[in-house]
């Protein structure tokens, strides 16, 4: 059974920073490219960063201020995310693709607010 678990989500004032952590178990881990995705209400999920074997990419808004890494020995994927903004509020989901199959986390909740 494939699991992904996020965690580090919460309330954090603007410019501060969050560390997410997706932990997966049930899978291979390394034949997998990890990808952070990210939902608000009334909004559409949207890709935030991916990480693949050899290289990453990220969506157009995070503008240097988010880092993907992952860890295969951990089977732990991380986003790293500073200079928050409240538009940076939404569910973050964690997620793992291989061209046939994917699967998703049950999102970690973060509010970026005074």
């Known amino acids: 059974q494939v699991q992904l678990v996020e965690s580090g989500g919460g309330l954090v004032q603007p410019g501060g920073s969050l560390r997410l952590s997706c932990a997966a178990s049930?899978?291979?881990?390394?034949?997998?490219?990890m990808g952070w995705f990210r939902q608000a209400p009334g909004k559409e999920r949207e890709m935030v960063a991916r990480i693949g074997s050899i290289s990453s990419a990220y969506g157009d808004f995070v503008k240097g201020r988010f880092a993907i890494s992952r860890d295969n020995s951990k089977n732990t994927v991380f986003l790293q995310m500073n200079s928050l903004k409240p538009e940076d509020s939404a569910v973050y989901y964690c997620?793992?693709?291989?061209?046939?199959?994917?699967?998703w986390g049950q999102g970690t909740q973060v509010f970026v607010s005074s």
């Open positions: 049930g899978m291979r881990f390394s034949n997998y490219i």
């Open positions: 997620n793992a693709w291989d061209r046939t199959q994917e699967y």
